[in-house]
């Protein structure tokens, strides 16, 4: 029978949790990392708990709590959810597990889609946990029952790094055979090992620091790393993770003869690396981001007063910010063996060609909210953002900052704090609000920050794949929970205005607008309207919008609100509505001359 | 050159909801069924709304899924545009299927680029390689509905893919909604006769 599938990588690694017996399972969207929890989400049967939690710190904490269970957890996020996490991360390395606990931390190299390009084995050598690093989609299934057992046997948890290609790569997966892994929760009372109080923690540092010769014994020898020496050669190749496919594709396309050792754990093989010095007399490292693998080769030819060449990234063969490819490994191979590489030379394209950002959809209701926003404030005022669909206002002059999640409402209110004379309105999804929106709303109100706060209420986490949030009133499998009321919440948080809008109501949302404007204190606006892509997929249709070119005298007030359903015709000065049109009706609202009307059935 | 790493190497490029995804995932999962080893790298996230993606797929290809440049067989665009923006990862002897239907992107509706005269794209294209060019918008309309465009391209695309016709054509029945099927397959065979 053949048990390949075609997959994508976040659902191999789905397989991979369910192989290897997992429990509990919790995470916080982020790509690229969402699709692990949706999949395990959306699967009809299950044996297992999965959770989306409301942020990574929590997350974290659920998969610890069932951990000490004895049962198998796991918990996701994208890097930056792990400096959100790193809280319980750094004390739970010092706790430990007794059921195996996978850390899935999915990084970004190139930032498709991230604030930054962080490299998560960093937090591996800080939290002494060690890490797994697949180079393809299938090596990424497989390490997850592995870790689970690397865990249990080491009682820590294991961090698990897939970077994008990893985890939004497809490739063919051969399926394995689900463990029947059956533990009966247990919770045993155990201070020694459960209240980290500085008693105890100062007794389990060293306990963690002296296991870590046995996590490293056990990794040298596990089949992630790959050593493959060739006697004709003095030069060697070591290679990390996805670089190690790049860097062997590379190999292959020059011809050339070399040593070359793949590593896919950490802390790295020691014992292979000093096998492959005996051998030759220059090494080139390859790996994505930092020069982890490269500073810990010179750390071991130095102790070994070895005087074998490292090249990488800190001699600048090998590129420290950005993804690699096989181009970049072609490069400096050639580079180290002294030969052409045969690059193709790339031509500047002549024609010059329109960039296609991405843009908020046809019938985005943060469009609407934006432009009452800008309407009331103006366009010297302040506008704070934070991380989610909204962030693409940045094509609406809305959003001036975006420092990570929940950052928008605190930096507003130093920005206020600061003496800054203009008015401050900043914008916080509903998702990000429920993630740390809400301590920096409670700080704002307590420490009397004249700011106002929108809440862009889009129903749903829509930029990660459109999974519940609290708000919603459904956990992530779709069973039926308790709404949590945002107004509710901003009152509790001690916020006295409180406005709820209609994000579609434009008249009425400007009103709102203007009377938080003018309110002495932190007012907060909750601007609500489904995300249009989800209500369109549940079958909610509204009658779309034409332009009554008769009227239309081309003054462009509709075209720039930058919606993707509205097009200028250069020729005739007028504009015109495609069929991308949602019925949003924004732009019939501020329209002068009353040229946009639904169209008549 | 094409990569000695892969049998035949695909890039699919377009704007992000125009179905890059599913055309790629017809072709990959079709290799796999012939017992090729596929490797493929997707657009999503963030700059899937409105922007620029691009999808890469190898067949017989147990390595990375990053096709070098100037390393693909064939660069499939489903927008004029986004053919000319990736020309650099095709080999010089590759061949680019292109649709002729323009999707404005909000720079030019707001006015802040321009938007190239798309014969002037398909010539400027065809300076340097094989260029099949034709509106397979228009081609799926006839089909029965325009978003079968990308199913057109996939069917343009199989003349030169190691696959046989008949398991594309059974993953397209299988992967698209089931009330589009004859749609769909009509798109594909379509799609299929427009390259000679």
Redesign the interface.
């Known amino acids: 029978m053949n048990t390949?599938?075609?997959m994508?990588g976040n659902v191999a690694i789905a397989r991979g949790i369910v192989e290897g017996g997992g429990r509990v399972i919790s995470g916080y969207p982020g790509?690229?990392s969402s699709e692990i929890v949706d999949t395990l989400s959306k699967m009809k049967e299950r044996d297992f708990y999965v959770e989306w939690s409301v942020n990574e710190k929590v997350a974290m904490e659920v998969a610890t709590g069932a951990a000490m269970t004895g049962v198998r957890s796991v918990v996701t996020m994208k890097h930056v959810g792990l400096n959100v996490a790193a809280d319980p991360l750094m004390t739970l390395s010092y706790m430990g597990v007794k059921g195996g606990m996978v850390v899935i931390v999915a990084d970004d190299p190139g930032c498709?889609?991230s604030q930054n390009e962080q490299d998560t084995r960093k937090y591996s050598e800080f939290s002494l946990m060690p890490c797994l690093d697949p180079s393809?989609p299938q090596e990424a299934k497989d390490m997850i029952p592995y870790a689970f057992e690397l865990s249990e046997k080491f009682e820590l948890p294991v961090i698990f790094r897939p970077t994008t290609?990893i985890s939004?790569?497809?490739?063919?997966i051969e399926l394995g055979e689900i463990t029947e892994h059956r533990v009966q929760a247990k919770f045993e009372k155990d201070t020694s090992r459960w209240v980290m109080v500085p008693s105890n923690a100062v007794v389990r540092h060293p306990h963690l620091l002296s296991i870590q010769d046995g996590i490293r014994e056990e990794l040298e020898i596990s089949p992630w790393n790959e050593l493959t020496i060739k006697e004709d050669s003095k030069i060697g190749v070591i290679a990390a993770g996805?670089a190690s496919?790049?860097a062997?594709?590379a190999i292959?396309?020059l011809g050339v003869s070399a040593s070359y050792l793949k590593i896919g754990a950490y802390p790295v093989p020691e014992g292979l690396i000093k096998k492959m010095y005996e051998q030759v007399d220059t090494v080139l490292v390859i790996e994505e981001l930092e020069p982890i693998v490269e500073d810990r080769c010179k750390i071991i030819a130095k102790d070994m007063e070895s005087s074998v060449k490292i090249i990488g990234k800190t001699d600048g063969t090998v590129p420290r910010v950005g993804?690699l490819?096989?181009?970049h490994c072609?490069k400096a191979l050639a580079d180290v063996f002294e030969i052409e590489s045969g690059?193709?030379e790339?031509k500047e394209?002549?024609?010059?060609?329109?960039?296609?950002?991405?843009?908020?959809?046809a019938g985005c209701s943060h469009r609407a909210t934006y432009y009452a926003m800008k309407k009331v404030f103006g366009k010297n005022a302040v506008f704070p953002s934070d991380i989610g669909?909204y962030t693409?206002g940045i094509?609406n002059g809305t959003v001036d900052t975006t420092l990570c999640m929940g950052a928008s409402i605190p930096v507003a209110s130093g920005i206020y704090h600061s003496g800054e004379k203009q008015p401050i309105c900043c914008s916080i999804g509903d998702s990000t609000f429920f993630h740390t929106g809400m301590n920096g709303l409670l700080n704002a109100v307590y420490n009397k920050a004249n700011i106002t706060v929108a809440i862009l209420d889009n129903r749903i986490t829509a930029?990660?794949?459109h999974q519940p949030n609290p708000g919603m009133g459904l956990t992530s499998t779709g069973e039926v929970t308790k709404e949590i009321n945002l107004e509710q919440l901003c009152h509790g948080l001690g916020a006295e205005f409180v406005e709820v809008v209609d994000s579609f109501d434009v008249k009425a949302t400007i009103e709102a607008f203007k009377r938080a404007k003018d309110y002495e204190g932190t007012s907060v606006i909750i601007s609500k309207q489904p995300c249009i892509i989800y209500a369109r997929r549940t079958g909610v249709r509204l009658t779309p919008f034409k332009v009554d070119h008769d009227k239309c005298v081309g003054c462009?007030m509709c075209?720039?609100l930058?919606?993707?359903a509205?097009?200028?015709d250069k020729e005739t000065k007028k504009s015109t509505i495609n069929?991308t049109c949602t019925g949003c009706g924004l732009c019939a609202e501020v329209c002068k001359f009353d040229a946009i009307k639904e169209v008549q059935k | 050159?094409s990569?000695?790493?892969s049998k035949f190497d695909l890039v699919i490029s377009g704007?992000?909801g125009q179905g890059a995804i599913l055309a790629?995932?017809i072709i990959?999962?079709s290799a796999?069924l012939e017992n090729?080893?596929?490797?493929?790298?997707?657009?999503?996230?963030?700059?899937?709304?409105?922007?620029?993606v691009v999808n890469h797929v190898r067949i017989g290809c147990?390595?990375?899924?990053?096709i070098?440049?100037?390393?693909a067989d064939c660069l499939l665009a489903l927008e004029p545009?986004?053919a000319?923006?990736y020309?650099?990862s095709l080999a010089?002897d590759g061949v680019v299927i292109m649709n002729t239907e323009a999707v404005?992107?909000?720079?030019?509706?707001?006015?802040k680029?321009?938007?190239?005269d798309v014969e002037?794209?398909v010539a400027?294209l065809r300076k340097t390689h094989r260029v099949i060019a034709f509106n397979a918008t228009e081609k799926a309309a006839e089909a029965g509905s325009?978003q079968a465009m990308n199913v057109v391209l996939v069917g343009a695309v199989s003349n030169f893919l190691p696959i046989k016709t008949e398991t594309l054509l059974e993953r397209v029945k299988e992967m698209v909604p089931p009330k589009t099927i004859d749609t769909n397959v009509k798109a594909f065979e379509m799609g299929r006769s427009m390259v000679e």
Not at chain 2, 36 to 52: C, D, L
């Open positions: 390949r599938e075609y994508l790509t690229p498709h889609s393809t290609r939004h790569g497809k490739a063919d996805i496919v790049y062997k594709e292959e396309n993804e490819n096989v181009d072609v690059l193709p790339i394209i002549e024609m010059e060609l329109p960039p296609r950002p991405p843009a908020m959809c669909c693409l094509q930029m990660t794949g462009r075209v720039n930058g919606c993707p509205i097009e200028f069929t | 050159m990569s000695k790493a704007v992000g790629s995932d990959g999962k796999v090729y080893n596929v490797r493929a790298a997707e657009t999503h996230g963030m700059a899937q709304r409105g922007g620029s147990d390595l990375g899924s990053m070098p440049l100037k390393g545009v986004e000319l923006r020309i650099d010089d404005h992107p909000v720079t030019v509706t707001t006015g680029a321009e938007y190239p002037s794209i400027e325009r």
